[in-house]
């Protein structure tokens, strides 16, 4: 069995655990780094971060590249970045990462996110 392939097992097998749960908020990190939290949002536990609210579970992509397919968007970053707010609020159906390491990731009712 290669790397790849069970990299792919291990990590299908962690994401299973947000299939079905609800995107409750989209956000970006350190410059344009997407963050999707799902499941009941609590406060961050440092007193400094108090005022801002984390998922039960953190989808977060690190140095990749993305786009929210079939929503028509002009190609400049604030316009992704208010598109992807369509995310909130929907339920993850499906999250396949390929050979190359592209993930694909799929909401109900909501076009799809590609990196």
């Given at each position: 069995?290669?790397?790849?392939?069970?990299?792919?097992?291990?990590?299908?097998?962690?994401?299973?655990?947000?299939?079905?749960?609800t995107?409750?908020?989209?956000?970006?990190?350190?410059?344009?780094?997407?963050?999707?939290?799902?499941?009941?949002?609590?406060?961050?536990?440092?007193?400094?971060?108090?005022?801002?609210?984390?998922?039960?579970?953190?989808?977060s992509?690190r140095?990749t590249?993305?786009?929210?397919?079939?929503?028509?968007?002009?190609?400049?970053?604030?316009?992704?970045?208010?598109?992807?707010?369509?995310l909130?609020?929907?339920?993850?159906?499906?999250?396949v990462i390929d050979?190359?390491?592209?993930?694909?990731?799929?909401?109900?009712?909501?076009?799809?996110?590609?990196?």
């Amino acid at each position: 069995m290669s790397q790849i392939f069970k990299f792919q097992i291990n990590l299908n097998q962690i994401i299973q655990k947000i299939i079905g749960k609800t995107c409750n908020q989209v956000t970006f990190t350190y410059g344009d780094e997407l963050l999707l939290d799902f499941g009941e949002m609590t406060p961050y536990n440092h007193p400094k971060l108090r005022h801002l609210r984390k998922g039960t579970w953190q989808l977060s992509t690190r140095a990749t590249n993305f786009d929210l397919k079939k929503v028509p968007i002009k190609d400049t970053k604030d316009a992704k970045k208010n598109n992807l707010h369509l995310l909130e609020n929907k339920k993850l159906t499906n999250f396949v990462i390929d050979t190359n390491k592209n993930f694909q990731l799929t909401c109900h009712n909501i076009t799809n996110l590609y990196s």
